[in-house]
């Protein structure tokens, strides 16, 4: 009773603050910055950005590609998904994602920690179903309704019951092949976010929201901030700021092909790797600093706890950076990190990589190997670990998971190369692959 009673409290003092932060954007930092920090961190949420105000930004009318409907106000009942938070553990709390989502975005929230709220299977799991869809190189995510969404290859985005069954969902392709190359994001009234072709696009359960065109191919993934700004960069060299109703904040020329998705980091600050850099943006497009990388970053940087952030290369190598830009340490892996492949953390700090065939753990304090498992097999997903700290990860037609000690749990023949996959709230583990296929995978 007494948890109850305290988990209520708890409840109506994060709404509090919620409503606080909708307060704190229309009049433009009325309140203390390090007060409404101090609040996001009692409810639980990722303080990053608490300490930047609103910029104020006005949508550029006619923006290039942009195309907006009338204006709607609060959660429409067309989005794809509930926006209402579901209960129990929430992987991400993040104010601009949908509230009791298992798996909004690429990396679980905006930092890409790689950490879901979710247990994935303990004993070696069954493919309990599986069906064909045409996809290339992407993850699921799964909405706050336990929608599985997977980009496809021409179809655009497709929805999924966990059963396998379709959902209604309009069709938000181009037509043409390699349209949805890159991981959506859920923003918080369900609507997803996600790059087609060369435009972004705001999706809805009825059909496209708005479109903004970018001049070049999109392989990143967008990343929706607490006031529903989109960031995606795009191989036209840009990174695009956009507004929730899809006209152009900002846009900053990064001199090299943008792969990987935005991340922000506990003080607001957006990181981005082009080229052999890693760079950290102020949230008006004004660059803090910037970070020489040895080899391509075309993963996305992943965001610790305390800041620090881990940047992976072509160059067989992981970079830890300090949050003013100061290197912290360099380590060398066994491959490449490669395109979406990113690490994950652990609660402790402890840093979950894979490249080539092997697993590794990096103590964070100095990038020493804390172990490494050879798993036989190219390496080919993003890792994951759940609450009990267990890690998940795919390569060559099989799945893993693996102990927090480098132990071997299981591993599972699927039969196809697995890209990337999402494990939902009652520990099924979807996974996208080639051959055109998704499969569901429970003990």
């Given amino acids: 009773m007494t948890d109850a009673v305290g988990r209520w409290a708890l409840d109506g003092v994060c709404y509090a603050w919620r409503v606080a932060l ?74 601009g994602s949908q509230r009791g989502a298992p798996w909004p975005m690429i990396g679980g929230c905006v930092g890409h920690a790689g950490r879901t709220a979710h247990r994935g299977p303990k004993a070696k799991p069954e493919i309990v179903w599986e069906t064909t869809i045409s996809t290339r190189e992407t993850h699921p995510v799964i909405g706050a309704d336990d929608t599985v969404f997977v980009p496809a290859n021409v179809d655009g985005l497709l929805a999924f019951d966990p059963d396998g069954g379709r959902r209604p969902f309009a069709e938000s392709g181009t037509g043409v092949a390699n349209n949805v190359t890159n991981v959506p994001s859920i923003g918080v009234d369900g609507t997803l976010y996600f790059g087609a072709e060369r435009n972004v696009v705001a999706h809805r359960k009825s059909g496209t929201y708005w479109r903004f065109a970018t001049g070049g191919e999109i392989d990143t993934s967008a ?87 881990y940047a992976g290369t072509l160059g067989s190598r992981l970079h830890a950076v300090h949050p003013d830009g100061g290197p912290k340490w360099t380590t060398t892996t066994r491959g490449d990190v490669m395109w979406q492949a990113l690490p994950a953390l652990a609660k402790d700090g402890t840093i979950y990589a894979a490249t080539s065939s092997w697993l590794a753990a990096f103590d964070p304090a100095d990038g020493s190997m804390k172990w490494e498992v050879d798993t036989g097999v190219p390496l080919r997903t993003a890792v994951v670990v759940d609450p009990d700290g267990d890690i998940y990860v795919g390569g060559d037609k099989k799945m893993f998971a693996y102990a927090p000690d480098g132990a071997r749990r299981w591993e599972v023949d699927i039969g196809a190369n697995p890209f990337g996959f999402a494990i939902g709230r009652d520990g099924t583990v979807f996974v996208a692959a080639n051959d055109n296929k998704l499969f569901a995978l429970h003990e």
């Fill in 22 to 95: 909708t307060l704190r954007k229309i009049l433009a930092g009325t309140f203390a910055v390090p007060a409404v920090a101090l609040g996001f961190a009692a409810c639980g949420l990722d303080v990053v950005g608490a300490g930047v105000d609103a910029t104020g930004s006005t949508p550029t009318d006619g923006a290039p590609g942009a195309t907006t409907p009338e204006a709607e106000g609060g959660a429409p009942p067309d989005a794809a998904g509930d926006a209402d938070a579901a209960p129990g553990p929430e992987t991400c709390s993040w104010p």
């Fill in 223 to 309: 990343v929706v901030d607490e006031d529903g700004t989109v960031y995606c960069g795009s191989f036209s060299d840009r990174l695009f700021a956009l507004s929730p109703d899809g006209g152009q904040l900002w846009e900053k020329d990064l001199g090299s092909d943008i792969w990987a998705a935005v991340a922000i980091g506990p003080t607001g600050e957006l990181y981005v790797g082009a080229g052999s850099r890693l760079y950290a943006l102020k949230r008006d497009g004004g660059e803090s600093w910037s970070y020489a990388t040895t080899g391509e970053v075309r993963c996305a940087a992943v965001v610790a706890d305390d800041g620090t952030i």
